[in-house]
C-alpha cells in the first residue's frame, strides 16, 4: 500500500493524520460539542414536518450539484439557515436534495 500524505489536524492540535481525515478523534469530538444538539441549531419538529412534505412534493434531487436526480433524503436552505434564521421554516426557501448534493453545497447560496 502506497504511503498517504500527512497534514496537521484541523483542530490544530498538531497531530498528523492521513489525508481525508480532517480531524482527529479527539478535536472531532470537541467540534461537535460545540456544534450544539440538531434542535439548538434549528432543526426541531417544525423542520422535520417541513422536511416531510416538501419530499413527499419532490422525491428527486432539485439541486443535482452531484448526482443526476437521485432519491432526495435532506432539505436544502436555499439561503442558509446560518445567514437568515428567519427563513428557516419558509417553504420557498427551501428544496429537496440529496445527501451528496446537500453536502457540496453547505451553508452557500447558489
Same mark, same amino acid.
Given at each position: ?13 498538531? %497531530?498528523?493524520?492521513? &489525508? ?8 472531532? =469530538? ?11 441549531r434549528g432543526y426541531d419538529s417544525a423542520h422535520r414536518r417541513l422536511r416531510l412534505a416538501v419530499l413527499a412534493e419532490?422525491?428527486?434531487? +432539485?439541486?443535482?450539484? $452531484?448526482? +443526476?436526480?437521485?432519491?432526495?433524503? #435532506?432539505? #436544502?436552505?436555499?439561503?442558509?439557515? &446560518? %445567514? %437568515?434564521? #428567519?427563513?428557516?421554516? $419558509? =417553504?420557498?426557501? $427551501? +428544496?429537496? &436534495?440529496? +445527501? ?5 453545497? =453547505? #451553508?452557500? $447560496?447558489?
Amino acid at each position: 500500500m502506497p504511503n498517504l500524505a500527512l497534514h496537521p489536524c484541523l483542530g490544530m492540535c498538531g %497531530r498528523l493524520l492521513p &489525508s481525508g481525515t480532517p480531524y482527529c478523534a479527539v478535536c472531532g =469530538r470537541t467540534k461537535e460539542l460545540r456544534r450544539g444538539k440538531t434542535a439548538e441549531r434549528g432543526y426541531d419538529s417544525a423542520h422535520r414536518r417541513l422536511r416531510l412534505a416538501v419530499l413527499a412534493e419532490f422525491p428527486i434531487c +432539485q439541486l443535482r450539484l $452531484v448526482c +443526476q436526480g437521485t432519491v432526495a433524503t #435532506d432539505l #436544502d436552505h436555499i439561503i442558509p439557515i &446560518s %445567514r %437568515r434564521p #428567519d427563513l428557516r421554516l $419558509v =417553504r420557498s426557501n $427551501v +428544496q429537496s &436534495s440529496c +445527501q451528496p448534493c446537500n453536502v457540496a453545497k =453547505r #451553508d452557500r $447560496v447558489l
